[in-house]
């Protein structure tokens, strides 16, 4: 029980100081179709979230055979930090983060074509 406690504080306070010698190594896979959740424009989307730290620079790439890719990066607050569509067969974003929070990164077709997908998620 007290190792648990243990456990949670620590994550606890990573979210409310600076975690910086904490990297981010994330990988996402899945598939946007017909089914997926959709935005108010009618596109496929997809929600993927991961723990940052105040001042890490992350890369987030996204690759798709199926599909021209945009991304967009949001905070806790669900404010829009970043966005970016496919350049040359990749979608990238390259941000620092400006607090430590858990942030989503939504995948998004831009237009009606379906697919899988992969997302990596890198502090650099």
Not at 63 to 73: I, P, R, T
Not at 83 to 98: A, D, F, K, V, Y
Request: charged residues 25%; negative net charge; hydrophobic residues 35%.
């Amino acid at each position: 029980m007290r190792i648990a406690f243990v456990a949670v504080l620590s994550s606890l306070l990573c979210l409310s100081l600076a975690c910086e010698d904490e990297s981010v190594r994330e990988r996402f896979s899945g598939t946007l179709s017909e089914s997926s959740d959709r935005l108010d424009d009618g596109t496929a989307f997809a929600r993927h979230a991961f723990r940052g730290a105040q001042g890490q620079r992350v890369s987030i790439v996204l690759e798709s055979d199926g599909f021209d890719g945009y991304l967009g990066l949001f905070n806790s607050e669900s404010e829009q930090l970043a966005s970016e569509s496919e350049q040359e067969g990749e979608t990238r974003i390259s941000w620092r983060l400006p607090k430590n929070d858990v942030y989503t990164v939504v995948v998004n077709t831009e237009s009606q074509t379906y697919g899988a997908y992969r997302l990596r998620v890198d502090s650099e």
